[in-house]
């Protein structure tokens, strides 16, 4: 049991797409000291929080997290489609050709 718990903290610390997301682009963002992972594919994207947000954090960390998309992608959130909280959202984008 001593050596599951080490293993299951270590497990936590990466972000993992989801499955539609395999072999999308990943990147690495750090704002105001809290780490992201954006995944992209194609027209769809995928945020990851990572760490963890405290009570009253959660308004101010979606909206990075919106903020971060065309940022991250060069590409504009069809903001309809965006599904998810502020640990992971989802979304479909309009990319310039």
Not at 16 to 23: T, V
Not at 45 to 74: F, K, N, S
Request: aromatic letters at 4%; a positive charge.
């Amino acid at each position: 049991m001593k050596t599951l718990i080490p293993l299951l903290l270590l497990a936590a610390c990466g972000a993992s797409p989801a499955p539609e997301f395999m072999g999308a682009t990943r990147t690495d963002v750090t704002i105001s000291g809290r780490d992201y992972t954006v995944f992209q594919k194609g027209e769809r994207v995928e945020v990851i929080r990572l760490g963890y947000a405290r009570r009253g954090e959660h308004q101010d960390i979606r909206a990075t997290m919106i903020e971060l998309i065309p940022r991250v992608t060069g590409c504009k959130l069809r903001e309809t489609t965006l599904t998810g909280d502020s640990g992971e959202m989802r979304g479909s984008l309009d990319c310039p050709a």
